[in-house]
T-cell receptor
């Protein structure tokens, strides 16, 4: 069964606008971490933001924020004030206890247009 | 600078010719892992290591070997590469194996097996 679901098709976003990327997850554990990574066309995987299952506040990191809805098992990434450099694939991932890996979604493609 | 390094970044080889992809981290992380990324399949874990001399299989270990003789290094060995091992490979490390621990990725190694 797929642990992480990212189903949005590729998105075009106007520069300076906000974009929300959807992520739903499946786990029966109480303890887990949710992560978002960015993969630009150059290929590297860049860590963006983390949310723990016990965190009561939504995580924020600069222009990135995570809309965490535990009961709905969703962890959507919000990028505010999009920039051209935000054009990339974005991956949602989950780390559970005691499984020692990140389970990744298939990714969301974002293209920022001027 | 804190980082995970991989070498080589690009490699074209032929079926059956043994190769090693090196991975090194300078953050004194206990946990290290290898992933492969394939179109339509996303990122999948190959092997991971919780500490020196402790390694375990991930989701797709067939055809790969690893070793962890030193904390900073975690090489990936393909004893007899085959074309289905053509992929983008990532090494990652994190402070430990807790669900709160962020995994940081190396730049990736693009491998083509002819």
């Amino acid at each position: 069964a797929q642990k992480i679901t990212q189903t949005q098709p590729g998105m075009f976003v106007q520069e300076k606008e906000a974009v929300t990327l959807d992520c739903t997850y499946d786990t029966s554990d109480q303890s887990y971490g949710l992560f978002w990574y960015k993969q630009p066309s150059s290929g590297e995987m860049i860590f963006l933001i983390y949310q723990g299952s016990y965190d009561e506040q939504n995580a924020t990191e600069g222009r990135y924020s995570l809309n965490f809805q535990k009961a709905r098992k969703s962890a959507n990434l919000v990028i505010s004030a999009s920039q051209l450099g935000d054009s990339a694939m974005y991956f949602c991932a989950m780390r559970e206890v005691p499984i020692n890996r990140l389970a990744f979604g298939k990714g969301n493609q974002v293209v920022v247009i001027p | 600078e804190a980082q995970v390094t991989q070498n080589p970044r690009y490699l074209i080889t032929v079926t059956g010719k043994k190769l090693t992809v090196t991975c090194s981290q300078n953050m004194n992380h206990e946990y290290m892992s290898w992933y492969r990324q394939d179109p339509g399949l996303g990122l999948r874990q190959i092997y991971y290591s919780m500490n020196v001399e402790v390694t375990d299989k991930g989701d797709v270990p067939e055809g790969y070997k690893v070793s962890r003789k030193e904390k900073r290094n975690f090489p990936l060995i393909l004893e007899s590469p085959s074309p289905n091992q053509t992929s983008l490979y990532f090494c990652a490390s994190s402070p430990g194996g807790r669900f709160t621990d962020t995994q940081y990725f190396g730049p990736g190694t693009r491998l083509t097996v002819l």
